[in-house]
């Protein structure tokens, strides 16, 4: 398992240590010991670029994840999972919002970001979506 995190803000939480630690705990979950994943922890500046170059939503949202599993180059490397993006500025104002931890809610978009890698979405349709929370459920339970 590699786990490679990069936090463009050096300063404050959450630390890139536990970051890691928490995804390599989900990958074994998911049964994914032997993924690759990159996670990229940043600003609403930064995820607004993002976010409207890859999805056309000209506005920052609070986790991205792009897939190296699926498209026309997705069978090169199995192992090769994928990257997630988590902006910091978003995960602020929601933790506020829902009233809870800065901290729980980075734990909450790390698990939603993986899932997603693993092939969970839950636009497709309710019963993918209930899926999907649930299994969010039990992962928040293992890393907090």
């Known amino acids: 398992m590699e786990i490679r ?8 939480k959450p630390k890139t240590a536990d970051i890691r630690k928490k995804a390599g705990i989900i990958l074994a979950e998911l ?10 922890i940043t600003d609403d500046g930064e995820m607004c670029v993002l976010n409207r170059d890859y999805r056309g939503k000209d506005k920052p949202t609070d986790v991205l994840a792009f897939s190296q599993t699926e498209g026309d ?3 090169i490397d199995a ?3 994928g990257d997630v993006v988590i902006s910091l500025n978003t995960a602020c104002r929601q933790a506020a919002g829902n009233g809870h ?21 839950h636009e497709k349709d309710e019963k993918e979506a209930r899926a999907m929370r649930k299994k969010e459920r039990l992962l928040l ?3 907090s």
Not at 5 to 12: E, I, P, T, Y
Not at 101 to 113: K, M, N, P, T, V
Request: glycine fraction near 12%; proline fraction near 0%.
């Open 79 to 81: 192992d090769m999972l």
């Open 31 to 40: 049964g994914l010991e032997n993924a690759e994943l990159s996670i990229l």
């Open 101 to 121: 931890s800065f901290e729980h809610e980075i734990d909450i978009l790390l698990i939603h970001g993986i899932l997603h890698l693993a092939g969970y979405d």
């Open 141 to 143: 339970g293992k890393i």
């Open 73 to 75: 180059f997705g069978e």
């Open 5 to 12: 995190v990069l936090k463009r803000k050096r300063q404050g």
